[in-house]
């Protein structure tokens, strides 16, 4: 007789029930965020077993402001300001596309000058948000110094784009027809000598964060998203590039200048969680290569933006137009019906897109690599709810 | 349009019925504008032998328009035809059947985004597929807006999501700011509202802004 039936005995003689565990019994619901600060303002329950996860349900919504209907009764103009505010530090990319639809509404054309500030100013964008993330998902998987150099090397793109559009982050510089301002004096030296800076940076951040053992340890075969299932699940950006689907809004569907520079997509075939977190790193390379050559390309004066009427209208109509931005295609949706307010707007952003994602990857993994599937994502819940 | 003749050729179907092209009054003048290709159908049926997407450079976007016209018909309302950007309407029972067929022969293989739009005049909800491909490099920069129009009063349409799955999100979005039932998807619940929401969907055109 063991010690254990002993105490089944026992338990029978004092009157008790023996209940069998189940599945269910064994397995735990934690809910992540939205006041965890590994989520940002989003939350999502998972039911864990052991150490594995086998259930996840994204609950987004908690950052909601309804900027689609907002938009309807603001006028095209007004609207700018507004719409930015999804994603405050990528604000040039999210209101370009914003201005390309409206362009093609209202019939307007964009003056060259205009076109290559416009684009810099993106590019610029783009590396702001990017080191952000970078920050974060160093932070987030227990590397300080990826979390402090990022954030301090940020403040150089930050700069440059306060000498160009006036605001820290939340800089409403696209308009229909062109950007608010010309570049200040003596910008194009300034901001040649930040990137020729920064690249030296990113062979940095390569030895101490890519080349970390512990960090590939924890990424490398993590949440690994087959090239199939990336296309059929429809996500976009770094997520779909990172899993062997070479596809850029910049280069399939050129926008404004985007035809005339010379750039490689940059996309890996693995599709886990390091070739997610690598495509934003090989991104901001290859941006400083395309900011070089529109700084070099760009016309030496001339109008920055076509002039508009006050209160710009156009025709009835629709337009659909989308832009590369950090976190994939962004495509604005507006139906106009004549009048100077939009009828419709409706915002298709990359991180609502890559939701998908997560429970698709989370589902099967450990518990432990969720910080490590979740930032990969590159996922902005702000953005996402819009 | 040396492909539509000869595709016209093998097949004795009258090629007499010309599709009206219906097209709502507001967008009537955007169409004029940009619509210089005629859109009659070739004739043919779904099971003709159709070439595939890539091989065609030329107006790919006509063609593809007009591929699925000569498929299913009179079905189709073709809303216009642009660089890069087309719109057809299709009535909502046949959804699925054009989404599977659109699919199928050109490999428009994602959704990148569901529109639903209110229009209280005509009593009518638009909902719309923005649809786009990853695979083939010469659709990958167009998109094909696939779109419906429901009654407003019972709004239900049948689901996409076994068409293409990454409309799961957005029909679930649709559905809450909305308010059109999507019939066949595993979850039509809130999802960005707040739990407690209590009022008709916000994107309804008669839903007001508090103090607007």
Known sequence: MTDFQEK??????????????????????????????????????????????VYCDPDPGYVHRGEEKMSEYRNFIQNIPHLERPVIHDSNNITYSYSLAVEELVNIEVPRRGQFIRAIASELNRQVYTLYWLAIYGIFLGHSTMFMWPTGDRELFIDLLEALTGARVTHAFNIPGGVRNDMPEGFKERCLR???????????????????????????????????????????????????????????????????????????????????????????????????????????AGEVRAKLQPNPKGPAGESYKRVESARGALGYYIISDGS?????????VGSFR?????????????????????WSLNYWPVEADR | MNSKKSRTEGNDLPNDSPIEEHVQPNESKVKVKIDTTDTRPANGTADAILPTASSMTSNLEQEIINMIVSAYGNMIEVVYVRPSR??????????????????????????????????????????????????DENIVPKILALSSRVNRDEPRIPSLINVFKSVEYHERETYEMVGVYFEGHPRMERFLLPEDWADIPPLRKDFRIKGR
Do not use: W
């Open chain 1, 340 to 348: 100077p307010k939009p009828y419709r707007v409706k915002i298709s």
């Open chain 1, 194 to 300: 930040q990137i020729a800076y920064f690249e030296k940076r990113l062979v940095e951040y390569e030895d101490i964060f890519y080349n970390n053992p512990l960090f590939r340890q924890r990424t490398e075969g993590v949440g690994t998203l087959r090239k199939e299932d990336a296309i059929s699940l429809g996500v976009t950006g770094s997520v779909v590039r990172a899993s062997g689907v070479p596809f850029d809004v910049r280069k399939a569907e050129p926008y404004d200048i985007y035809n005339e520079i010379d750039f490689q997509v940059q996309y890996m075939k693995s599709g886990d969680s390091f070739a997610r977190s690598m495509i934003p790193f090989l991104d901001m390379r290859e941006s400083c290569h395309i900011l070089r050559q529109l700084l070099d390309k760009i016309p030496q």
């Open chain 1, 354 to 374: 890559n939701m998908l994602a997560l429970p698709f990857l989370l589902v099967g993994s450990k518990l432990g690599d969720m910080p490590s599937i979740y």
């Open chain 1, 8 to 53: 089944v005995d026992e338990t029978i003689k004092m009157g008790l029930e023996i209940v069998k565990e189940t599945e269910e019994d064994r397995l735990m619901t934690l809910s992540v965020g939205p006041q965890h600060p590994g989520s940002g303002h989003f939350r999502f329950t998972v039911k864990v077993d052991g150490d594995y996860i």
């Open chain 2, 86 to 135: 087309m719109k057809i309407r299709v009535p909502p029972q046949d959804i699925v059947r054009v989404a599977t067929f659109i699919k199928e022969n050109f490999s428009f293989d994602h959704a990148e985004s569901v529109a639903g739009t209110d229009y209280p005049k005509e009593n009518q909800i638009e909902i719309v597929y923005h649809l786009s491909s990853y695979t």
